[in-house]
């Protein structure tokens, strides 16, 4: 970021069917961050999300075929390094990422202090407000050390989409690198061995009153499976290349 320069900040709020929900989250933004632009990425959604980001004032892209989460995410990432920002806030569109958490990720990077930051629901274990099922928080922990063992850093919530990133980490994930399905511990990863200061910081969250998680069902199993092999793959690189 240039000197003297006020950052350009952009929300990206992937959304599926998330009518219900949307508009609430994108007014909690613009109540709180007026200056800043909030983009819904819309991924085919069968209902009214795009309309009812519209109302709500964002800006909106539509995927023509529903793409997954990850993708969405990467279209945000595109579409904030193409209009040239220098910061972006990713946030879910379901209501559990709280809008007056957000300047608690966004301070260390507008500090410098970090590239990219994570809103953990775990860091500090007073803070309430979220429950996460039993199996789910097991793996957590799982990739928590697995993270660990490879890079001496620990992080509490390697699942977490609550993030702030700067130009440098947009600019890493956009090379091609970017995964379709469950950008996580992977990334993370990725970025700590591409030179970047990973940090994370406690935040409230609240569990989704409504609509199904994209970890519902098998994918869980799925998920433990493919994000062991991306670890593998990331580490794997970054040996051959030092």
Excluded at 48 to 77: I, M
Excluded at 178 to 201: C, I, K, N, Q, W
């Amino acid at each position: 970021m240039i000197e003297g320069h006020s950052p350009k900040i952009l929300v990206i709020i992937p959304a599926f069917n998330e009518g219900p929900r949307v508009g609430a989250v994108v007014r909690s933004v613009y109540a709180l961050f007026p200056k800043a632009s909030v983009l819904v990425i819309d991924d085919c959604s069968t209902d009214n999300t795009r309309e009812q980001a519209l109302k709500a004032g964002a800006l909106t892209v539509s995927h023509p075929f529903n793409l997954g989460y990850a993708s969405a995410l990467e279209t945000g990432y595109l579409y904030a390094v193409q209009h040239m920002y220098d910061i972006v806030v990713q946030m879910d569109g379901d209501g559990q990422h709280i809008a007056e958490e957000i300047n608690k990720i966004l301070q260390p990077v507008l500090n410098h202090e970090a590239d990219i930051v994570i809103g953990s629901r775990y860091k500090n274990k007073s803070v309430e407000g979220y429950r996460t099922p039993l199996t789910r928080r097991l793996g957590q922990r799982f990739f928590s050390v697995i993270f660990w063992i490879l890079t001496r850093q620990r992080i509490t919530d390697p699942t977490s989409g609550f993030q702030c990133l700067n130009r440098k980490a947009l600019e890493l994930y956009i090379k091609g690198d970017f995964p379709d399905d469950f950008p996580d511990a992977d990334m993370l990863l990725l970025a700590h061995y591409s030179g970047l200061t990973v940090r994370e910081v406690s935040v409230r969250m609240v569990e989704r009153s409504e609509g199904v998680s994209m970890h519902a069902g098998w994918k869980p199993v799925y998920y433990v499976l493919k994000m062991l092999l991306s670890m593998f793959m990331v580490s794997l690189n970054y040996r051959k290349m030092r």
